[in-house]
């Protein structure tokens, strides 16, 4: 999506070898024009296809699905990091080990809000090595709920999670995939 990735070259910024800090529209600062672009985006890569959901995971997930969830006219759950008290014991859950931060997080979905047969759409900003994809997936399958498809915001297709996940069989849609990254200069995929 050549909107996204002409955003990237202009206002992205590195942060050590790989990581990319988009939080002056994404990650903090939120455009939300842009992120209602990239909702009509998806729902055009998806047409005719069945989606019941989207699901996500906190927190920058959120507002993009939000925004994806308007055009496809379903609600939006998002995977907890952290067991609040108001969840209840009936959840689903998967280890995820968070890029950024360096450490593994219990992720979990109330079993309220994500049931057998329901047609998924899952949604994130960024994918990386693809723990946190990976983690989504396996709620997914614990739920006997059926992924439709995958959303990506930003792919950095050369750190592998995206084609480790594809050769599972499971469909990827990103926005904008990063083929190298090196100091300040970025080379996107076709
Ligand atoms: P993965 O689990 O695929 O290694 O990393 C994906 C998660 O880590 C995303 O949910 C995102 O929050 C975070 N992440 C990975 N790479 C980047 C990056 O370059 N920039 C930012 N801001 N977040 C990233």
């Not at 992924?147 to 480790?164: H, N, P, T």
């Not at 990827?172 to 100091?183: E, Q, R, T």
Request: a negative charge; aromatic letters at 8%.
């Amino acid at each position: 999506m050549k909107l996204l990735e002409e955003r990237i070259i202009r206002d992205g910024a590195f942060l050590g070898k790989d990581i990319l800090k988009v939080d002056s529209f994404l990650n903090h600062q939120i455009d939300v024009s842009l992120l209602e672009e990239m909702g009509k985006e998806w729902k055009r890569l998806y047409e005719g296809c069945e989606i019941t959901k989207i699901l996500t995971i906190e927190a920058s997930g959120i507002g993009i699905a939000c925004m994806a969830a308007r055009e496809f006219g379903v609600p939006v759950v998002f995977a907890k990091k952290s067991k609040s008290i108001n969840v209840g014991n009936d959840f689903y859950s998967a280890k995820a080990y968070s890029f950024t931060h360096q450490n593994t997080n219990d992720i979990i979905v109330s079993k309220k809000y994500l049931t057998k047969g329901e047609k998924i759409f899952i949604i994130d900003d960024f994918l990386a090595n693809g723990a946190a994809l990976a983690a989504l997936v396996d709620i997914c399958k614990e739920a006997e709920a059926e992924i439709v498809g995958i959303g990506i915001a930003i792919e950095k297709w050369y750190q592998g999670g995206g084609d480790k996940i594809r050769s599972l069989g499971y469909r990827i849609d990103s926005l904008a995939k990063i083929k190298s990254m090196d100091n300040d200069v970025i080379e996107f995929m076709d």
